[in-house]
């Protein structure tokens, strides 16, 4: 700002939307796409179906996470990774304790960014390795995860590292120095991040150490005057949403400068870690991240730094096929030559769609039953947009679905429900009640 703020006399007295949108000023967004949502079916695993067909009607909406897809799926990308390559998940994205444990066999440990999350993920699967990341921790937080024995700790600022420092000086190491990984913000070329992906460092951000700190941290670690941490090497996480070829070219980058920086320091470089950001495709569920590709390019990677490990930290990509959030039809009506079916529940459930822009693949479960003495509301036409119970015109799932003959009673099952779903939703606005959760 280059002048102050007014501050109103009254700021009650600034009328706005429900939802702080100031919706009464402002139009929401135009989708310019004319084509539907989604053009093929979305498949349903048949023990998701019968958990959304057996719900009763008095218990919807309800999340039903698929363990065994999950734990398939696990499976196959620890397969595709080679060794020297640790697989960490990041809680973030669903730190719900069955999932956090279906994920145990498959991950060397798990990724945690607040106090409260590695409270949560020790008190789930106890044990195994952690890693805190994350900017603005606080020392009560370190300190609480050093008392948990936290694996490793990604350092974001200098003033972290001096914070950190003093914590494991004053309670001393034991003859263990505390692991730590620096997390740098370098520059990526804009090759390298495709269009469309969420950038997370590469330019001005509040994650990681700027570059020009580098030299300055790494000899700080290096030149004796901390003995309670040990250096093991570099952290940064630069974008989300790439595809395989991306993800490497971004991964190569980091592994070359730091390989660089810690070369000027006569530092052993251990361990990089290059993130997560593998992409899900919401508008084409079925195309999926190449981990056969990204596993083979990785060990390419590693063949190139022989005394290297490197680590991994995906969520979405891991958990987000595993959650469905199934829901009924309120009521259908036509405006102004389009039609709006109207669920139980909404963005305040499933946040995702909102929070990403997109719409939420989905398939329709039609129900025959019809307990009420007056008609069923039904779609006349061939496209049907689905949206909540929330007094805001945000509240979205997804817009044109192809459901024709859509019924006020029936019910709709959104795939890919897994992942920074229910537990980033404003669950409170408007006080509706929360959905069920079942585990299948």
Known sequence: MTTPL????????????????????????????EEPAMTTPLPVPDAVRDAARAQPDGQLPLYVYDLGGLRGHA?????????????YYAAKANPEPPVLAALGPFVDGYEVSSGGESAHVAAAV??????????????????????????????????????????????????NPVKVLLRFNPAVSAGEVATGALAMGGGPSPFGLDPAQADDTVRALTDGSHPQ????????????????????????SVVAWATELAGRHGAALREVNVGGGMTVDYRRPADRFDWAAYGAGL????????????????????????????????????????????????THH???????????????????????PWPRSAASGELVTLTGQLCTPKDVLARRVPAAGLRAGDRVL???????????????FLMHPGPAVRFV
């Open 414 to 428: 959104f795939g890919l429900a897994g992942a920074y779903a229910w537990n980033i939703s404003h669950h409170d």
């Open 229 to 252: 941490l040990e250096f093991l090497g570099v952290h940064a996480h630069l974008a989300s949403g790439l595809a395989a070829p991306q993800l490497l070219a971004v991964a190569g």
């Open 75 to 87: 499976a196959a990308v620890r397969a595709a990774l080679p060794e020297r390559v640790e697989l």
């Open 6 to 33: 007014p501050v109103p006399h009254a700021v009650g007295d600034v009328a706005g939307h429900a939802d702080g949108s100031d919706s009464a000023r402002r139009a929401a967004p135009v989708r310019q796409e």
């Open 299 to 346: 060990a390419r990677l590693l063949d190139e730094h022989p005394g290297l490990r490197l680590r991994i930290e995906p969520g979405r990509a891991l958990t987000a096929y595993c959650g469905w959030y199934v829901t009924d039809v309120l009521d259908v009506k036509p405006s102004h030559g389009e039609e709006f079916a109207v669920l139980r529940g909404g």
């Open 350 to 372: 499933l946040r995702t769609p909102a929070a990403k822009g997109h719409d939420q693949p989905c398939a329709v479960l039609p129900v025959a039953d019809w307990p009420h």
């Open 126 to 175: 106890p044990g195994r390795p952690l890693a805190f990341g994350g900017p603005g921790k606080t020392p009560g937080e370190i300190a609480a995860a050093l008392d948990l024995g936290v694996n490793r700790f990604h350092v974001e600022s200098a003033y972290e590292l001096r914070m950190l420092a003093h914590l494991v000086a004053a309670r001393g190491t034991h003859g």
